[in-house]
């Protein structure tokens, strides 16, 4: 029987044909900068909003931004994987003002073809901690967190026909 056919994009992402990933899958770049384990896609739930923890770190993207620093230098392409719902111009200004806080750095290579490479300060690394605590106490208050949003929430309001 001849193997399933496998798209292009998951040939290159190195999804097997029932789409899952081989543990530890190195992703080779084309731009010739360092192999690396790929930023999964899912890392971050899209039913877990971000917003839900009434602590912040900088803007709505900074926390998840920091994440998917946390393994290693990534350029503006990777970052746009697992935060696919933003969009380059938010990204663009977080990393922005992240870069301005001291917590990310910004690395340009030149070559034959230019990239720029994002990475976490020691300053910024020294957040993840932190960022672990407060994760640990939104799971441990999860419910909580879901019963105040909704009941602070108005009610939705229906035109009626009369």
């Known amino acids: 029987m001849p193997a399933p056919l496998v798209s292009w994009p998951d040939l290159i992402a190195g999804r097997r044909p029932d789409g ?3 543990a530890g899958y190195l992703r080779v770049t084309g731009y010739g900068g360092a192999v690396g384990k790929s930023l999964d896609p899912d890392m971050f739930d899209p039913v877990c909003p971000s917003d839900l923890t009434p602590i912040r770190i900088g803007d709505k993207w900074a926390g ?4 998917c620093l946390e393994g290693g230098p990534r350029r503006f392409s990777e970052l746009r994987v697992p935060l696919r719902g933003v969009s380059a111009k938010v ?3 977080s990393l922005r003002a992240l870069e301005r ?3 990310v750095s910004r690395t340009t290579r030149s070559g034959p073809v230019q990239r720029v490479e994002y ?4 300053l910024g690394r020294s957040l993840l901690g932190p960022m672990d605590a407060l994760c640990a106490w939104a799971e441990e208050h999860w ?11 108005p009610p939705a309001v ?5």
Do not use: Y
């Not at 998840?64 to 994440?67: P, Q, S």
């Not at 909580?144 to 929430?153: K, P, Q, V």
């Open 119 to 122: 990475a976490l300060t020691p």
């Open 101 to 103: 806080d001291g917590l």
């Open 64 to 67: 998840m931004i920091i994440r």
């Open 158 to 162: 229906h035109d009626a026909a009369v």
């Open 91 to 93: 990204l663009t200004q």
């Open 20 to 22: 899952i990933r081989p």
């Open 143 to 153: 419910d909580e967190l879901l019963d105040a949003r909704e009941t602070a929430s």
